[in-house]
T-cell receptor
Framework: DSGVTQTPKHLITATGQRVTLRCSPR?????VYWYQQSLDQGLQFLIQ???????AKGNILERFSAQQFPDLHSELNLSSLELGDSALYFC????????????FGSGTRLTVV | SQQGEEDPQALSIQEGENATMNCSYK?????LQWYRQNSGRGLVHLIL?????REKHSGRLRVTLDTSKKSSSLLITASRAADTASYFC???????????FGAGTRLTVKP
């Protein structure tokens, strides 16, 4: 257990639907990052939150949105899903000084059919 | 956009041999990190090297950083079958907050 919890582990949904992925960061980490990994691809940075505020934005589609709540858990909302959105979605958290790098969750595997 | 680029894309070696993977990046960085990912699993942090460091060791891992060439290498000595995984470098661009990952090197260690 890395300390970063992602739910659900697997999700199968139809095109056009909306899903919510949830992430609880490691205790004490204020930053949460979301990444998308398509099959055999590298990780694409989507968005970062720090203590409830959006801090950095990457290649995140307008159909996707995220937020971080006062208890520091984060949710990634994916809407109007397309087949190409099928991927592994990872959440990671870190300490401010990156002393221990990023701690990744085990990911949510999203399959859009 | 991706920041780090690993080379080679794939590497196959025999158990006991050393494995070297390289990473190049484009902009100035605060630090560079290496991660391992077993198939379909989350990434595991291996080692972090800061921009003012040139070499770092952790067990069978040795990482070097050459900021003048914007490159880093990861050496795994005396490889084991359990080292079979994808290895990613990630850079923390100076003044940015997001870590950018390369596409990874897929290492296969044959028993």
């Amino acid at each position: 257990d890395s300390g970063v919890t992602q739910t659900p582990k697997h999700l199968i949904t139809a095109t056009g639907q909306r899903v919510t992925l949830r992430c609880s960061p490691r205790s004490g980490d204020l930053s949460v990052y979301w990444y998308q990994q398509s099959l055999d691809q590298g990780l694409q940075f989507l968005i970062q939150y720090y203590n409830g505020e959006e801090r950095a934005k990457g290649n995140i589609l307008e159909r996707f949105s995220a937020q971080q709540f006062p208890d520091l858990h984060s949710e990634l909302n994916l809407s109007s899903l397309e087949l190409g959105d099928s991927a592994l979605y990872f959440c990671a958290s870190t300490q401010e000084d990156f002393a221990y790098g990023y701690t990744f969750g085990s990911g949510t595997r999203l399959t859009v059919v | 956009s991706q920041q780090g680029e690993e080379d080679p894309q794939a590497l196959s070696i025999q158990e006991g041999e050393n494995a070297t993977m390289n990473c190049s990046y484009k902009t100035s960085i605060n630090n560079l990190q290496w991660y391992r990912q077993n198939s379909g699993r989350g990434l595991v942090h291996l080692i972090l090297i800061r921009s003012n460091e040139r070499e770092k060791h952790s067990g069978r891992l040795r990482v070097t950083l050459d900021t003048s060439k914007k490159s880093s290498s990861l050496l795994i000595t005396a490889s084991r079958a359990a080292d079979t995984a994808s290895y990613f470098c990630a850079t923390d661009p100076y003044n940015n907050n997001d870590m950018r990952f390369g596409a990874g090197t897929r290492l296969t260690v044959k028993p």
